[in-house]
């Protein structure tokens, strides 16, 4: 989500990694699971990228599994080469590597607004958009050094046990009326997106968000500081924290959420007034791969592979708006941002939070230290 190292740095969608997990990727993993290859098609010939290895760091979990099924291998399989894999793309190990002038890793999906941050950093390489289509990209999130991956919203969650789909909080503003809806709350560690959502709770209009205005969102956290009981770091804390009953409400990933309730967990997600933020694609400054790194992300962002991709992660946006056309009905309405639930939910303004990102998260650490 850090600079936004907090978010991811054990979130999502961090999907729940650990340093375990780390090693495995890049080791173990590199030559089994966490390697996408095409031995059969290197010795056929006539692959572009035949015999070579593109390393591609992503953010574990559900998501990088989906990412691998549908993109990784594929991508494989069609270029004859293979894919290792590693996790946990935060600012901290990109800076690290271009610093030491060390880029092992040629591709990275790494939060936007790092990316817009970053490439004013030079951390990054241009990419080739001779070789990448810009058509259909969500256009807030494309830069010459970045495009979106994938669009993930922060909705409304409770506990199945506690509420039921005919009652529950539809909105921010129900989600803090705990008369209506008693019990803990909890949200998200990190500001971005965590404040979009208290200033709708407090009536600002969901056109109406952008520049946030801090003092009154911090206002507001004062009034319900007793009902939030956890500030969660991670996706897997999350889904735990309301799958118990500890929170009997949240503000999650439905990613999460879709991949627990298949799991028999006792929560559930409303798409209504969903923030959706974004990572992007992007590749390491002193990167040995370059032109297969354009090669791969062109494939990953492209409408079929992006549909492919939705379809097995439903909860997040697409970010090829061309895939909606290459997928069914129902697939569409399985998606927790779709063009019809769009209209109820807002993309956060990444460059927004470029410009405040860091002064409003030490405000907010350090609001959470006070008693």
């Known amino acids: 989500m850090k600079e936004k190292t907090v978010r991811k740095n054990g979130s999502r969608i961090a999907a729940g990694f650990t340093a375990a997990a780390m090693i495995c990727s890049m080791t173990a993993c590199a030559g089994s699971s966490g390697s996408s290859s095409a031995a059969a098609a290197n010795t056929t010939g006539g692959k572009k990228w035949s015999g070579k290895t593109l390393t ?12 691998k099924k549908t993109i990784f291998d594929t ?16 600012p901290a190990k990109v ?8 880029m092992e890793v040629d591709v990275w999906d790494v939060d936007t607004d790092f990316a817009f941050r970053g490439e004013k950093q030079g951390l990054f390489e241009k990419l080739d958009y001779n070789v990448i289509k810009k058509d259909g990209l969500i256009k807030n999130f494309v830069t010459d050094y970045s495009v979106p991956s994938e669009c993930p919203p922060i909705c409304i969650s409770w506990n199945t046990t506690k509420f039921s789909q005919a009652n529950h909080p ?19 560690s990190n500001p971005m997106s965590m404040l979009e959502a208290v200033l709708m709770a407090d009536g600002v209009p969901m056109d109406k968000l952008y520049p946030l205005d801090v003092d009154r969102a911090f206002k507001f956290l004062d009034k319900h500081k007793k009902d939030i009981s956890t500030f969660w770091d991670s996706g897997s804390q999350s889904v735990q924290l309301l799958n118990s009953g500890d929170d009997a409400l949240g503000e999650l990933w439905p990613g999460r959420v879709i991949a627990a ?24 400054k002193g990167s040995k791969n370059v032109e297969m790194a354009n090669d791969f992300i ?13 379809v097995e992660y439903p909860g997040n946006a697409p970010a090829n708006e061309n895939a909606y056309k290459l997928m069914t009905k129902e697939q569409i309405d399985k998606l927790a941002s779709s063009p019809e639930k769009i209209k109820n ?13 860091d002064k409003v998260y030490q405000r907010f650490q350090e609001w959470k230290l006070q008693s």
């Open 170 to 188: 539809k909105t921010w503003k129900e989600f803090f009326d705990t008369s209506k809806f008693p019990g803990n709350r909890t949200l998200y």
């Open 95 to 102: 800076k690290a590597a271009v610093q030491a002038n060390k």
């Open 298 to 310: 062109a494939y990953a962002t492209s409408a079929q592979i992006v549909a492919n991709y939705s």
């Open 261 to 284: 309730k298949a799991e028999g967990q006792s929560i559930d997600f409303d798409p209504n007034e969903a923030i959706i933020a974004a990572d992007s694609w992007v590749i390491g």
């Open 56 to 67: 591609v760091c992503s953010w574990g979990g559900a998501i990088q599994a989906a990412q």
């Open 75 to 90: 991508f494989a399989q069609k270029y004859g080469c293979t894919i290792k894999e590693d996790t946990d793309p935060t």
């Open 345 to 357: 939910q807002v993309y956060y303004n990444v460059q927004w939070w470029v410009d405040n990102y």
